[in-house]
Every structure is written in C-alpha cells, then in structure tokens.
C-alpha cells in the first residue's frame, strides 16, 4: 500500500482527501504544515505529496525548498486557493509535479495520483 502525505493546515480538507485516499487503497499521513510534513517525510516512507500552500507557521513554500535541498524525488501536487501566477511559477521551479486549485474534485486527486503512482496489486 502506498503512503500519501496529505499537509494542510485545514483538518476538513486534510479529512476529506483522507476519505477519498482511504476509499481507494492508499495510506494517509496527515500534517498540518510544512515542518510537520517535512517531518513526517523523514519518519515515513512517502511515495507521494499533496500539498497545501498557504499554512501558518512553515508553508508549502517552506517544503518544498527543503525537499529540492535534499534533492528529494517524492512527487509533490499542490493543492491551493492561492491562484497567483507567481506562486505558480515558484512552486514550478522548485520541481512540483501539478497545481491543483482548491477545492479538487474526487475524481481529479485520484486521476492526479494514479498518473503519478502505481498502485500496489
């Protein structure tokens, strides 16, 4: 079973994508920020990133420099309202694989996934 890391500051959302992942065979970790999910990065075994940008203490931003730091190779899709060219374009220097604008749909985090996954049999 894949592990997913859901960080988000958002226990609803963090809740709902759980529900969806859990639904469909994926194991959720869940943090509530940048530092929590770099955390838990380093104490689990990822396979994949949903990411959320705009936190209070450390955000996404924050994450995603110290995973291009550590030239990490864990697949990151942002999940956020924030909806600016600009926070576009620095999330795709710093090696995002999409940007998806909250909220998603049950059938886009899945297709998002499974294009970047493969499922365990």
Request: charged share 30%; hydrophobic share 40%; aromatic share 8%.
């Amino acid at each position: 079973m894949k592990n997913i890391l859901i960080v988000d500051d958002s226990i609803i959302m963090r809740n709902w994508i759980k529900k969806i992942l859990s639904n469909n065979n994926y194991n959720c970790i869940e943090a509530k920020n940048g530092l929590d999910g770099l955390n838990k990065i380093e104490q689990n075994n990822i396979d994949f990133v949903f990411l959320d940008l705009l936190m209070p203490e450390y955000d996404g931003f924050y994450l995603l420099e110290k995973l291009k730091e550590q030239k990490s190779e864990v697949p990151v899709v942002i999940l956020s309202a924030d909806i600016q060219i600009s926070s576009k374009q620095k999330c795709e220097k710093l090696g995002i694989k999409e940007f998806i604008n909250k909220p998603p749909s049950k059938e886009k985090l899945l297709m998002v996934l499974e294009k970047y996954m493969k499922k365990d049999d």
